[in-house]
């Protein structure tokens, strides 16, 4: 059994991994919901962007929201101290068939699900994916015993995602049954409706 570090503290807040469209909308819409917060992206383009507040222009509205209460994280390797993982990248589209392209959703989720945790770990994916992309990971990798993963389904629409992110109809979020009271503390300021289903069908 791994014994923790004598100078690890877990950081009881999330962090957003992946700055395009979701993550924008999930960060933002998050600190000013429920308040402080963390961001990331491997590109550094997209995470340099999002500082100087070059958000999507899909969703205008983001502009009127601060970035004063998101802080940014350094190093892919630091991503293991959160407690709260929000993996937030966009799924690309197929340009022939506008079917998904899982391979860089594969390469990212792979590369976090690879690392120690030291404690229990949450990681949250709302990236468009489906249950092969899971499978095959967990046939390719042992991945770490204190993390845990859950899908929340996207219901944003957009165009209208701020409104839809901080006013859902509902929540819907797939995971193992004995984690939904502790993941339901996550969302407790969400007043809407909460559905809890199992990964696969998530």
Known sequence: MRSKSNNFKQINLPVFFGLSHLGQVFSLCWSKKIGNCYAYDNDKRLLNSFKEKKYTLEEPKLNKLKLNKIKFQKKFKEIKNFKYIFFTHDTPLKPKNGKPELNLIYKNL????????????????SSQINPELM????????????????????????????DKFLNPNQIIIGGEKREKKNIFKLFKKFKSKKFYISLDEA
Request: glycine content about 2%; overall charge positive; cysteine-free.
């Open 135 to 162: 499978k095959n990971i967990k046939k390719k990798i042992n991945i770490d015993k204190n993390i845990k993963i859950f899908y929340l389904v996207d219901t944003l629409k957009m165009g209208e995602s701020l």
């Open 110 to 125: 792979k590369k976090i699900l690879s690392l120690k945790f030291q404690t229990k770990t949450y990681l949250i994916i």
